[in-house]
């Protein structure tokens, strides 16, 4: 428990220098030296990985309202009598990967409808300040709950994951960024859409 609070509380180590005046004319190894001393990029990006396991991340909405199964799923009455009611229909935006199939009416408990599903997502960089409609790779975390994480379901305040091959995006490192994550920002049900804001 103490090792998961200490995750939590880790800062970004990045502090100013003292203004030291320097005597003299400065050695090469010290002219490309920023005024802001950073840590070293592995253990930033050791750091990083920490808080994704911790799944602690600094996101833009980190309070949201959460749902009510009875906002979230509509009771559809099936057989005859119409008295079976164990089946679920979603009334949520959600996302289903690009091989998904539906299981048999009989064996289906939660039903997708396809108006609701979406495969894509305008995200925001917020240090570019520009919109780009990339697609979903997954859904991470919802905060409502594991049940709803693995349906998919697509609320406000959800950790989706998109593709950002197009951006240009490369690790300190050189390697390609292909997939990032994003927090859902509206309510995709009400507007026809999910925008979403960059974790950067």
């Given amino acids: 428990m103490k090792r998961t609070l200490a995750m939590h509380e880790e800062s970004s180590s990045r502090r100013k220098v003292d203004d030291e005046v320097h005597e003299g004319a400065l050695p090469a190894y010290l002219l490309d030296r920023e005024q802001?001393?950073?840590?070293?990029?592995?253990?930033?990006?050791?750091?990083?990985?920490?808080?994704e396991k911790a799944g602690k991340w600094d996101v833009p909405l980190p309070k949201v309202r959460p749902v009510a199964e009875e906002e979230m799923f509509k009771v559809v009455r099936t057989g005859q009598r119409k008295s079976k009611q164990w089946k679920r229909m979603v009334t949520k935006v959600t996302f289903v990967g690009p091989s998904f199939t539906r299981k048999p009416p009989k064996y289906e408990r939660f039903i997708r409808p396809t108006g609701l599903r979406f495969s894509k997502a305008h995200v925001?960089?917020?240090?570019?300040?520009?919109?780009?409609?990339?697609?979903?790779?997954?859904?991470?975390?919802?905060?409502?709950?594991?049940m709803y994480t693995s349906l998919g379901v697509v609320t406000r305040g959800t950790i989706i994951e998109v593709n950002v091959s197009e951006l240009g995006l490369v690790t300190p490192a050189g390697k390609v960024v292909w997939g990032k994550y994003a927090q859902v920002t509206n309510n995709p049900e009400n507007d026809g859409c999910i925008n979403a804001v960059l974790l950067v």
């Fill in 36 to 51: 802001t001393t950073r840590a070293k990029v592995l253990s930033n990006s050791i750091k990083q990985k920490r808080k």
């Fill in 124 to 146: 925001t960089h917020p240090e570019l300040k520009c919109t780009f409609n990339l697609e979903i790779i997954g859904i991470k975390k919802n905060p409502n709950g594991n």
